[in-house]
């Protein structure tokens, strides 16, 4: 019997070796075999995504093919950012732009939709606790927002330093499910 994994990762650093990534791997340990080993996670940064375009003219870059990878294949979406200037990476932002292109340009993606799930993986260094509360509010109200409008489930995030442990194992096990 074959492992399908119910989730993809879509690690939006600038890096694709950075500490974001390495965050990433510390959680996916935490997850038992077979989901461990299987979970894909793609690199934003290598891919051709340009920003939204009320004109359409970026249909043949390299979103379309992956968010209809994401939508057919995987029941989580796991976004992954490292913080930068008090929010989400560039590479995220421009992939929930895009979206707008699925509500636009393609249709017959947008009913797909509905019920998948979102969760985030945010990773960040040296902030004052108080600065870190204001931008986890920040950013969850983000994703909250999003997946309201678009009728997908939120399922939380997960701030961590990229020098601390990983410390509640099955808030992430929930993340990745």
């Given amino acids: ?3 399908s994994p119910s989730c993809i990762v879509l690690n939006g650093s600038s890096r694709a070796f ?13 997850l038992e075999e ?15 995504i340009t920003p939204y375009d009320y004109l359409g003219r970026n249909t043949g870059d390299d979103f379309f093919p992956l968010i209809q990878r994401c939508l057919k294949n995987f029941e989580t979406i796991v976004f992954a950012t490292p913080i ?16 707008t292109d699925v509500i636009t340009l393609y249709k017959d993606l947008n009913e797909k939709l ?3 799930k979102i969760s985030l993986i945010v990773n960040f260094e040296g902030m004052h606790q108080e600065t870190l509360r204001s931008v986890e509010e920040n ?3 983000i994703f909250i927002h999003f997946c309201r409008y678009l009728k997908m489930q939120y399922k939380g995030a997960y701030f961590a330093h990229i020098n601390l442990c990983i410390s509640d194992q099955e808030k992430v096990r929930r993340l990745f499910s």
Avoid: H
């Fill in 1 to 3: 019997m074959t492992f």
């Fill in 18 to 30: 950075g500490n974001t990534k390495t965050l990433l791997n510390k959680m996916i340990q935490v």
């Fill in 34 to 48: 077979p989901f461990s080993s299987e979970i894909p996670i793609v690199d934003l940064c290598t891919l051709n």
């Fill in 84 to 99: 930068y200037w008090y929010t989400v990476s560039a590479y995220i932002k421009i992939f929930l732009d895009r979206f």
């Fill in 114 to 116: 509905e019920g998948k």
């Fill in 139 to 141: 950013i969850n109200s």
